[in-house]
């Protein structure tokens, strides 16, 4: 089938960097949108960047000018660079994407297992 895996997660200072990758693979036809999404400790699950397959992009209001998500159709991979960290950036964050396979009929939605972010000193 297909499957989604995140890589890059870890330990940073705050005002630190990270870049996270989420890499598609298997019986992929076509990937469309293409999404980060994080979860905090006691938080439900929020959108933190968007890219669709023409390029548009959208962000959290929380994380605008400070994360960038950007995308490699031909690796079939997402990214989400995060600059200037701030501890409330601590969560698990998860790939999602909108995917058509070769395997099943229409779109279905994908999600990723997650890869811990902490910002901390």
């Known amino acids: 089938q297909v499957q989604l895996e995140e890589s890059g997660g870890g330990l940073v200072q705050p005002g630190g960097s990270l870049r996270l990758s989420c890499a598609a693979s298997?019986?992929?036809?076509?990937?469309?949108?293409m999404d980060w999404y994080r979860q905090a400790p006691g938080k439900q699950r929020e959108l933190v960047a968007a890219i669709t397959s023409a390029g548009g992009t959208n962000y959290a209001d929380s994380v605008k000018g400070r994360f960038t998500i950007s995308r490699d159709n031909a690796k079939n991979t997402v990214y989400l660079q995060m600059n200037s960290l701030k501890p409330e950036d601590t969560a698990v964050y998860y790939c999602?994407?909108?995917?058509?396979?070769?395997?099943?009929?229409?779109?279905?939605?994908?999600w990723g297992q997650g890869t811990q972010v902490t910002v901390s000193s």
């Open positions: 298997g019986s992929i036809r076509s990937i469309h949108a």
């Open positions: 999602y994407a909108v995917i058509s396979s070769t395997v099943v009929l229409g779109r279905r939605d994908y």
